[in-house]
Every structure is written in structure tokens, then in C-alpha cells.
T-cell receptor, first 113, second 112 residues
Framework: NAGVTQTPKFRILKIGQSMTLQCTQD?????MYWYRQDPGMGLKLIYYSVGAGITDKGEVPNGYNVSRSTTEDFPLRLELAAPSQTSVYFC????????????FGPGTRLTVL | RKEVEQDPGPFNVPEGATVAFNCTYS??????FFWYRQDCRKEPKLLMSVYSSGNEDGRFTAQLNRASQYISLLIRDSKLSDSATYLC?????????????FGTGTRLQVFP
């Protein structure tokens, strides 16, 4: 199993550009999450999904959108990139039975200039 | 006040030392507690859960003090490979249905 994979690993965006961060998991997990991690800060939940077709906002959803058309994929969309969105983005997944054990992808380092 | 607070460190300890970290949480309704480990520029991984009775996994011991609202992680016989950031994580629901709240982490550096 590859676990949770994320692409790209690194990206530099200009202000106002848009992009999609890809996340895929092959563990058949129903639950998927997007976090951002800023230096010196804890992981903040952006959006999460409890299954295909269902998404919900986390703590810091503004400026982002998500979709969950399949169990495996949970892409995160930035429509109008802003410098405040410079961060490391982690996607994670968990089974319904064991939601406290989240499996994280390797992260995407995004810089907005 | 942050819901989960940790001393950011770094804790610099020699190999073989015993080191302990504490983490405090503000929501007395919190029910489940965990330690995650995050290596430099890597993703977090679950280290261990923290049970009310305390629990041990090899050189690692986790304890919970509900009255004072803190959890602790003790590492005995530190190894160089223990160098990492340790994230304290809290979950509000008892039945594993709520989201995880992550602390900012405590950095440990073990030197030869």
C-alpha cells in the first residue's frame, strides 16, 4: 500500500493564481482531512470528509474548497492565492473505527509570493 | 488561551538520558489523548494513545492527569533516533467521533 500520497511536493504561486493540491489514499478509509501547518503553530483543520460526496468545514476553511467524488481522492482547491496561504499542507485519512489514528501524506510546501 | 499547550523546547539531552514532556489542555470535556511524532520536514505519525491508567510502550510512558488537565510523555534511555517534535493531541469526544486538536509540539534533540 502506498498509504496517503500528495502532489505536488513543492509549489510557488503568484498572488491571485489558483491551484489544486491532490491527495489520494489506497487504504479504503472513509475519513479524509486537510490540514495546514504554519511555523510554530499546530496543525489547523481546513476541511474534512466522512465519505464520498460529503465534506465539511474545519477550523480555517476560508480561501479553500474541496470535493470528494470518490473514496480515494480528496483534492484541495485554492482559488485566489494569497501570501497568508503560504504553509505546509497535509492530507490525512483514517478509518471510521479508529479516527484518532490519522495517516498523513508527506505534505505539500506552498509559497505564495 | 490555546486549547492544547506545549513547551516548544528544544529539549537537548544526551543519549541515554530520561526526558519528560508535559502538555496541558483547557477543555475539561476532552476525552481522548494522544502523542504524535513529527520528524523534521516530515508528516506526523501516531506514537501512542494515552489511557487514564497510564500506558507504556517500550521506552515510552504516557500518563494522564484529568484533575490538573495535563498529559505527559516520558522517554527513557533516549536514542539519537528519538530526535523529533512530539505533538500532543486531544479529542473531545469519548467515542472517537470528534476531530483532533493538535498542540504546536515539543522539539527534542538527542546528542551523542
Amino acid at each position: 500500500n502506498a498509504g496517503v500520497t500528495q502532489t505536488p511536493k513543492f509549489r510557488i504561486l503568484k498572488i491571485g493564481q489558483s491551484m489544486t493540491l491532490q491527495c489520494t489514499q489506497d487504504m479504503n478509509h472513509n475519513y479524509m482531512y486537510w490540514y495546514r501547518q504554519d511555523p510554530g503553530m499546530g496543525l489547523k483543520l481546513i476541511y474534512y470528509s466522512v465519505g464520498a460526496g460529503i465534506t465539511d468545514k474545519g477550523e480555517v476553511p476560508n480561501g479553500y474548497n474541496v470535493s470528494r467524488s470518490t473514496t480515494e481522492d480528496f483534492p484541495l482547491r485554492l482559488e485566489l492565492a494569497a501570501p497568508s496561504q503560504t504553509s505546509v499542507y497535509f492530507c490525512a485519512s483514517s478509518s471510521e473505527d479508529l479516527r484518532n489514528e490519522q495517516f498523513f501524506g508527506p505534505g505539500t510546501r506552498l509559497t505564495v509570493l | 488561551r490555546k486549547e492544547v499547550e506545549q513547551d516548544p523546547g528544544p529539549f537537548n539531552v544526551p543519549e541515554g538520558a530520561t526526558v519528560a514532556f508535559n502538555c496541558t489542555y483547557s477543555n475539561s470535556a476532552s476525552q481522548s489523548f494522544f502523542w504524535y511524532r513529527q520528524d523534521c520536514r516530515k508528516e506526523p505519525k501516531l506514537l501512542m494513545s494515552v489511557y487514564s491508567s497510564g500506558n507504556e510502550d517500550g521506552r515510552f510512558t504516557a500518563q494522564l492527569n484529568r484533575a490538573s488537565q495535563y498529559i505527559s510523555l516520558l522517554i527513557r534511555d533516549s536514542k539519537l533516533s528519538d530526535s523529533a517534535t512530539y505533538l500532543c493531541v486531544v479529542q473531545r469526544s469519548p467515542d472517537n467521533t470528534d476531530k483532533l486538536i493538535f498542540g504546536t509540539g515539543t522539539r527534542l534533540q538527542v546528542f551523542p
